[in-house]
């Protein structure tokens, strides 16, 4: 099966600029989840949806920060306006239910300047 | 709040040698999962122990789960110098939806 599809593989924006993050899910996956991973961390919940409804979304900075998941497959994140903090990998991941193992993309690497 | 803490944070091996992790978690789980991540990729799920299981095997791979404790440890056998990556624990709890993700255990197997 093709794996979760995550695009651009690397961004670099200077900061107070916009950015959006797209992923495509593994085919037939209810579950869709954004992470943010600082370096030499670990995955940070974002957002996790159940079909294109939003599950959790308690660690999402709202004031910068949405998601949305149209017609329950893609995603996009966005990212408005960007501050140097925001610098980090963002990791998109599908799973078949809630607590199923989850199939990660490679992420984008977001750098601001 | 965060589920799985992996201990130690950092460990370096010899090539043959064996490396375990530990992972501690707060809240009943249904199933706790292993992870792996190398250096610029995603995370790569490795093995699942569901919460009435106390040990599971999967080729190098040995995870034992301690509910009681609330506890977990991964054993690799063997180590090669590909197994140099980091390694998650993740528990969906029971109740509501969450996954969250421990700091990790990055692991170096020296050739």
């Known amino acids: 099966e093709a794996g979760v599809a995550q695009s651009p593989r690397y961004k670099i924006i200077e900061k107070r600029q916009s950015v959006a993050f797209w992923c495509n899910p593994i085919?037939?996956?209810?579950?869709l989840y954004w992470y943010q991973q600082i370096l030499g961390q670990g995955p940070k919940l974002l957002i996790q949806?159940?079909?294109?409804?939003?599950?959790?979304d308690s660690q999402l900075p709202k004031d910068r920060f949405s998601a949305e998941r149209l017609k329950g497959v893609d995603s996009t994140l966005k990212i408005q306006p960007a501050k140097l903090e925001d610098s980090a990998v963002y990791l998109c991941?599908?799973?078949?239910?809630?607590?199923?193992?989850?199939?990660f993309g490679n992420g984008t690497r977001l750098t601001v300047t | 709040s965060q589920q799985g803490e992996e201990d130690p944070q950092a460990l370096s091996i010899q090539e043959g040698e064996n490396a375990t992790m530990n992972c501690s978690y707060k809240?009943?789980?249904?199933?706790l999962q292993w992870y792996r991540q190398n250096s610029g990729r995603g995370l790569v799920h490795l093995i699942l122990?569901?919460?009435?299981?106390r040990e599971k095997h999967s080729g190098r791979l040995r995870v034992t789960l301690d509910t009681s404790k609330k506890s977990s440890s991964l054993l690799i056998t063997a180590s090669r110098a590909a197994d140099t990556a980091s390694y998650f624990c993740?528990?969906?709890?029971?109740?509501?939806?969450?996954?969250?993700f421990g700091t990790g255990t990055s692991l170096t197997v020296i050739p």
């Open positions: 809240t009943s789980i249904n199933n």
């Open positions: 991941a599908s799973s078949l239910e809630s607590a199923s193992p989850l199939h």
């Open positions: 949806f159940q079909n294109n409804g939003v599950v959790d």
């Open positions: 993740a528990t969906p709890p029971n109740t509501g939806n969450q996954f969250y």
């Open positions: 122990i569901r919460s009435n299981e």
């Open positions: 085919s037939g996956h209810a579950t």
